[in-house]
């Protein structure tokens, strides 16, 4: 197996699997940081992503079109500068369609990618591509950055998981206490536009850090992490 933690696990249509995390090798074999297995476990050989990731990988998505999203705390993929994000063809190189710019000043933890192309982007950043964007972001298609996504003030600390609800809303969670100046504890909606939903109301919220956020097709949402309580109600995780 891996020498190293696994962050990210992506099942294709195929049923090979895309892994990321820390290790450096799989089963004997060097591989920075990301891989992808056959459906029996065995290292897929046709995926070559050369010298790889030069930090962690905390999260992928795998695009329509076969082609691979990568966030973590890199700087460097397969001997090329890729400032915490990069996108992939599906053999595991480089795709050169996809350029962000100076890509991210921070760490990228979570990748959410929209019906139209354009992905939500969260993490501890404070910039993308030299604009000051706190902690979430929308990118175009090619990776540029999407101006008619607004957050204000955004995040005031690490937003840790993304997700698009089908009316193209955003859900995310993590380490904040306040979104664009207003007191939220951790959990919260985004409008399209990167606005603040005030129709969703956490209450106190969670009084740890949510790290995952899942919605299920009645439209109820789950929510796990380091927190005891959310809104006043014991909760254990």
């Given at each position: 197996?891996?020498n190293?933690?696994?962050r990210s ?10 892994i990321?995390g820390?290790?450096t ?5 060097g ?6 297995l056959n459906?029996?476990?065995s290292?897929?050989p046709t995926?070559s ?5 030069n930090?962690?990988?905390?999260c992928?998505?795998l ?5 691979i ?11 090329t ?8 063809n ?10 962000p710019g ?7 933890r979570?990748?959410?990618?929209r ?7 969260g993490g ?14 929308r990118l ?5 950055s999407?101006?008619?996504?607004s957050?204000?003030t955004?995040?005031?600390a690490?937003?840790h998981?993304?997700?698009?609800q089908?009316?193209?809303k955003v859900?995310m969670g993590?380490d904040f206490?306040?979104y664009?100046?207003?007191p939220?504890n ?5 409008n399209v536009?990167g606005d ?6 956490t209450?106190s919220?969670a009084?740890g ?10 439209g109820?949402i789950?929510?796990?992490g380091?927190?005891l309580r ?5 909760i254990?995780?």
């Open positions: 197996g891996a190293n933690r696994v696990v992506v099942l294709q249509p195929d049923g090979r699997v895309l990321a820390e290790f090798n799989y089963d004997g074999t591989r920075n940081r990301i891989a992808r459906s029996d476990g290292l897929d995926f992503p050369g010298a790889g990731a930090g962690v990988v905390h992928m998505v695009q329509p079109d076969g082609k999203l990568v966030g973590g705390e890199f700087t460097n993929y397969a001997g500068g890729h400032h915490k994000i990069v996108r992939l599906a053999d595991g190189s480089v795709d050169a369609t996809f350029d100076t890509g991210a000043n921070g760490t990228v979570s990748i959410a990618l019906p139209d192309g354009k992905m939500l982007v501890e950043f404070t910039s993308f591509n030299g604009t000051p964007i706190a902690r979430i972001a175009n298609a090619d990776g540029s999407d101006a008619s996504f957050p204000g955004g995040a005031n690490v937003v998981t993304t997700m698009l089908p009316d193209g859900l993590g206490i306040t664009d100046g207003t939220i951790r959990m919260t909606r985004l536009d603040w939903d005030a129709s969703f109301n209450g919220g009084n850090v949510v790290t995952v956020v899942k919605r299920q097709p009645d109820m789950l929510v796990g380091s927190f959310f809104n006043g109600t014991t254990t995780r």
